[in-house]
């Protein structure tokens, strides 16, 4: 088997992302010399062997460079891993595509527009290619059977075609034991965007409506994952609903830094619209934090029964979630703790990465 794979997400800052971090787990089973990492011209890996040509515009080289790059390479598939691919099948070589959600088919009236023009073209960009991509490939991968089931309704595509790989987590973020609830710090965390599907706002309205009704003045809500490029936006909005004193917007930190953040959390909020998995639901378990999340999409599937759920476009369900689990007995919140660490094992890598090795021997003897 000679396996191509699109390995822009791989390359730069990128790779420590989630795409980038999918695909490599993706392709840790297979032997280095089975793979070829197909790149734009100046761009490598030192992990595999590579393949540049053509400019990094990504519309044209996935169109059309990335295509003519898998039938030089004489491949046998061609792994894309970035929701789209070649809209038309490529003589000889199978199509192997990778979908994480199908947020850029909602509707701009269920999910508004972002703030970021890059994002919106490329919603708009996916939109028009990603139902072609999926018709002409050969076989799907989804992160979750949520979207898995998402891709049979909307677009009619045979259950049997698609593979459900979760996203997985490394052994580094699993405690032994949870920080005890009487010895956590009084803040809640949340790793979130400034996409629309985020759903910040919100989570900010919830919050104000949560602390400021009931007099709560000693409790932040730190944010992890906006670009600071973006936070004015959500200070102002705090300003106006008056809890600016107890929003904290932090700055880059390291993956040690963010589970210490986990780990002494009161709780972890990811109260998003629209979620093809949810990484930050099994880093809080697996950290042995409470999680509150939406109650929509694939998050229950991810959170299991072991997380207090709201509904993500009520700000009255979401207030009383927030002040349910701030007003938690210590005994509530510890329960809650061990239960999410119990179930986030089924998402780690040793267990992830033996589904992936069961797909791979599948295709081989196919």
Same mark, same amino acid.
């Given at each position: 088997m000679r396996l191509g794979v699109d390995a822009r997400m791989m390359y730069g800052?990128?790779?420590?992302?989630?795409?980038?971090?999918?695909?490599?787990? %993706?392709?840790?089973?297979?032997?280095?010399?089975?793979?070829?990492?197909?790149?734009?011209?100046? *761009?490598?890996? /030192?992990?595999?062997?590579?393949?540049s040509a053509g400019n990094s515009f990504f519309p044209w080289w996935e169109q059309k460079i990335l295509p003519s790059l898998a039938k030089k390479a004489d491949l046998t598939y061609l792994l894309c891993p970035s929701i789209t691919s070649p809209v038309t099948k490529i003589s000889k070589v199978k199509k192997i595509v990778v979908i994480y959600d199908l947020?850029?088919?909602?509707?701009?009236? /269920?999910?508004?527009v972002s703030h970021s023009l890059y994002n919106n073209l490329g919603r708009l960009y996916r939109r028009f290619t990603a139902p072609k991509a999926y018709s002409s490939a050969d076989i799907l991968i989804s992160i979750s059977e949520y979207s898995k089931n998402e891709l049979h309704e909307r677009f009619g595509i045979s259950k049997d075609r698609v593979h459900v790989i979760p996203c997985s987590i490394t052994h580094d973020w699993f405690v032994e034991k949870p920080v005890p609830a009487q010895h956590r710090e009084p803040y809640l965390l949340t790793v979130t965007g400034d996409g629309p599907s985020k759903n910040l706002s919100g989570l900010l309205e919830a919050y104000a409506k949560s602390v400021n009704n009931h007099g709560i003045t000693n409790f932040k809500?730190?944010?992890?994952?906006?670009?600071?490029?973006?936070?004015?936006?959500?200070?102002?909005?705090?300003?106006?609903?008056?809890?600016?004193? *107890?929003?904290?917007?932090?700055?880059? %930190?390291?993956?040690?830094?963010?589970?210490?953040?986990?780990?002494?959390?009161?709780?972890?909020?990811?109260?998003?619209?629209?979620?093809?998995f949810g990484i930050p639901i099994v880093e809080a378990m697996a950290s042995g934090t409470p999680v509150v999340c939406s109650n929509t999409t694939s998050l229950p599937e991810v959170a299991g029964d072991v997380a207090i759920f709201a509904n993500p476009r009520d700000i009255d369900s979401m207030s009383g979630s927030i002040l349910k689990i701030i007003r938690a007995s210590p005994e509530e919140r510890d329960k809650i703790a061990l239960s999410g660490m119990m179930r986030s094992k089924i998402f780690s890598e040793e267990v992830v990465s033996q589904k992936i090795k069961d797909f791979w021997s599948k295709l081989s003897n196919q």
């Open positions: 800052a990128w790779q420590h992302r989630g795409i980038g971090r999918y695909t490599a787990s %993706i392709l840790a089973p297979l032997p280095k010399e089975a793979v070829i990492a197909l790149l734009p011209h100046g *761009q490598s890996l /030192d992990t595999y062997r590579c393949i947020i850029f088919m909602q509707s701009f009236k /269920d999910l508004p809500l730190r944010i992890v994952g906006v670009a600071q490029s973006s936070q004015s936006f959500f200070i102002n909005k705090a300003k106006s609903l008056g809890i600016e004193d *107890q929003i904290v917007f932090e700055k880059f %930190i390291s993956n040690e830094g963010l589970q210490n953040l986990y780990r002494k959390a009161w709780a972890s909020i990811s109260l998003s619209l629209y979620e093809g």
